[in-house]
């Protein structure tokens, strides 16, 4: 016969009355009987772990981008993750900072950092996100070798999405099946080529129309006046 039950809180998010604490109470359901325990569960604030800041908050999707992370009630055994994808903590110092190491998400994607403090719960972040995805001045990005540089072939396919947070060389020719996304962060960026080709549902972002793009950022086609068209 089942005698106990285990379950993980939902967030409280309503606005705690002072002193910051709420009771609340409990039901549990089992097939046609249902009990209510009064007051039996109690949010407090004052026990809530906070994660006020991430040093960085973008990396490539093969992990290894080492996050420090600020807050207070940082205390206990910590767990970090993001996407579902565990973030490694290394250390932890003074309930104040945490410091992990990301694993491969495979995907790119966005998304909130989460961290779980063992018998405190889930740290508030309000809504602080780490951003897998793979960038072009990244040596990964290209399996190791070099960035690309002038007379490069470079081809994007579908299903990887690269994050344009430098000027390019010219190229000589750029075909985007998947995503290249301008970096937003940058003050200025400059992508070269003498041909760019988008094709099987590729996508190539300077803003949105949701997010314009606020910073500068041009494309330049090189060739020459009697160079064949495609």
């Known amino acids: 016969q089942l005698t106990?039950?285990?379950?993980?809180?939902?967030s409280y998010t309503?606005?705690?009355?002072?002193?910051?604490?709420v009771a609340c109470n409990v039901t549990v359901t089992s097939q046609n009987s249902t009990v209510v325990l009064p007051n039996a569960y109690t949010y407090n604030g004052s026990l809530t772990p906070v994660v006020s800041s991430v040093n960085r908050t973008r990396g490539g999707t093969a992990g290894g981008s080492v996050l420090l992370i600020s807050g207070t009630g940082l205390t206990g055994?910590?767990?970090v993750t993001i996407a579902g994808v565990v973030c490694t903590v290394l250390s932890q110092d003074f309930a104040q900072t945490i410091i992990c190491e990301t694993g491969p998400s495979g995907i790119t994607v966005r998304a909130q950092v989460m961290v779980y403090i063992d018998g405190m719960g889930f740290a508030q972040s309000a809504g602080?996100?780490?951003?897998?995805?793979?960038?072009?001045?990244?040596?990964?990005?290209?399996?190791?070798?070099?960035?690309?540089?002038?007379?490069?072939?470079?081809?994007?396919?579908?299903?990887?999405t690269l994050l344009l947070d430098t000027s390019t060389a010219v190229l000589s020719f750029l075909l985007i099946q998947g995503q290249l996304i301008f970096d937003d962060t940058q003050p200025f960026i400059s992508l070269k080529a003498e041909n760019i080709l988008i094709t099987s549902g590729g996508l190539l972002q300077v803003g949105t129309e949701q997010q314009p793009y606020m910073n500068k950022?041009?494309?330049?086609?090189?060739?020459?006046v009697l160079s064949t068209e495609l």
Request: charged residues 5%; hydrophobic residues 45%.
């Open 77 to 79: 055994v910590a767990n």
């Open 14 to 21: 309503s606005t705690l009355p002072q002193p910051g604490a």
């Open 4 to 10: 106990m039950l285990s379950c993980i809180v939902p």
């Open 217 to 224: 950022a041009e494309i330049v086609l090189y060739g020459h």
């Open 128 to 160: 602080i996100t780490f951003f897998y995805v793979n960038l072009w001045s990244s040596l990964f990005t290209w399996g190791g070798k070099p960035i690309p540089t002038d007379g490069d072939f470079v081809v994007i396919p579908s299903g990887q």
